[in-house]
């Protein structure tokens, strides 16, 4: 497709399971960016891309979180032993470059039981 | 108090009104300057990107950044039914380019 594509659209999880997120930029796109959206809140920034490497990782909660982008493209952002406190819906985005407009994916609802 | 500023609303207009969204900011080093519209269960999408201070016209909707008062305006003329939604500004710059600052959102209804 032409757009940013998030899966699975719906996580459902036991706490204390790890999870994975998918997220395939627009193709060309260098730049890709992870961001956690609460209900009624603007997207708070988690982590970024440039090509394969992770340029500012600073908005990421905890250690529990990583995310990586092994060749460039397609990017994965991993919770280990989920708590609660995690349910949010997160988005993806990407852009031509970092100084570029981005664009979002529709995000994941993650849902931690 | 937050980095970005926005006016939650809800905002209720008549059909073919003339809008105004705006948000302040704290942080001089922010350059780039995004409107987004997002709808409900939908990612935010791009409406308007802005370098510096100035205006930038696409149509029915104007952006505005004055610098000098951090203090950014999208401008929605005409509005429509459809352009209920909720609308995100967004910010980025400095040492940290690619990391956009994001306000909460105006909710925007638009009434036939």
């Known amino acids: 497709g032409a757009g940013v594509s998030q899966s699975p659209r719906y996580k459902v999880t036991k706490r204390g399971q790890d999870v994975a997120l998918r997220c395939d930029p627009i193709s060309g796109h260098v730049s890709l960016y992870w961001y956690r959206q609460a209900l009624g809140q603007g997207p708070e920034f988690l982590t970024y891309?440039?090509?394969?490497?992770?340029?500012?990782k600073s908005g990421l909660p905890n250690d529990r979180f990583s995310a990586e982008r092994p060749e460039g493209s397609i990017s994965t952002l991993t919770i280990q032993r989920t708590e609660q406190r995690d349910s949010a819906m997160y988005r993806c985005?990407?852009?031509?470059?970092?100084?570029?407009?981005?664009?979002f994916g529709d995000g994941t609802r993650l849902s931690i039981l | 108090q937050k980095e970005v500023e926005q006016d939650p609303g809800p905002l209720s207009v008549p059909e073919g009104a003339i809008v105004s969204l705006n948000c302040t900011y704290s942080n001089s080093a922010f350059q780039y300057f995004m409107w987004y519209r997002q709808y409900s269960r939908k990612g935010p999408e791009l409406l308007m990107y802005?370098?510096?201070?100035g205006n930038k016209e696409d149509g029915r909707f104007t952006a505005q950044v004055d610098k000098s008062s951090k203090y950014i305006s999208l401008f929605i003329r005409d509005s429509q039914p459809s352009d209920s939604a909720t609308y995100l500004c967004a910010m980025s710059g400095g040492t940290n380019a690619g990391k956009s600052t994001f306000g909460d959102g105006t909710t925007l209804t638009v009434k036939p």
């Open positions: 891309f440039n090509y394969e490497a992770q340029q500012d």
């Open positions: 985005a990407s852009s031509l470059a970092y100084d570029q407009p981005q664009h």
């Open positions: 802005t370098y510096s201070s």
